[in-house]
C-alpha cells in the first residue's frame, strides 16, 4: 500500500522558517520524482516544487523561489521542504504527492503551515 505521511507544519511568525518531511512506505521511493503542492482554504490548490529521482534537478514554483529548497534521502525514503522567510501568503496545507509536477499519482493527508503574527 502506498503511504505518504507529511509532518513539520506548524505557526509560526512572518521571516519565520519550517522544515516540512515526507515519509514514504509501499513502494520504490528512489524510482519516482516527488512534488510538493498546497492548498489554502477557498483556493485550488497550487504546484510548489518538484524533485527528481536522484535529487539532482530541482523546479520552484516563482513564489517560493529563493525561500524553498526541496530535497530528499532515499536511503531514508524520505522528502523535505525547508521553508525560509515565510509570508503570510504561504499559509496552506501542504502535501507532499508522488510524481512529477503534471503526473502526480498518491499524496499524504497534507501538513498545516500557518504564517501570522
Known amino acids: 500500500e502506498v503511504q505518504l505521511v507529511e509532518s513539520g507544519g506548524d505557526t509560526v511568525q512572518p521571516g519565520g522558517s519550517l522544515r516540512l518531511s515526507c515519509a514514504v512506505s509501499g513502494f520504490t521511493f528512489s524510482g519516482y520524482d516527488m512534488t510538493w503542492i498546497r492548498q489554502a482554504p477557498g483556493k485550488e490548490s497550487e504546484w510548489v516544487s518538484s524533485i527528481n529521482r536522484d535529487g539532482r534537478n530541482t523546479y520552484y514554483a516563482d513564489f517560493v523561489k529563493g525561500r524553498f529548497t526541496i530535497s530528499r534521502d532515499n536511503a531514508a525514503n524520505a522528502l523535505y521542504l525547508q521553508m525560509n522567510s515565510l509570508k503570510p501568503e504561504d499559509t496552506a496545507r501542504y502535501y507532499c504527492?508522488?510524481?512529477?509536477?503534471?503526473?502526480?499519482?498518491?499524496w499524504g493527508q497534507g501538513t498545516q503551515v500557518t504564517v501570522s503574527s
Open positions: 504527492a508522488r510524481g512529477g509536477r503534471f503526473n502526480r499519482d498518491y
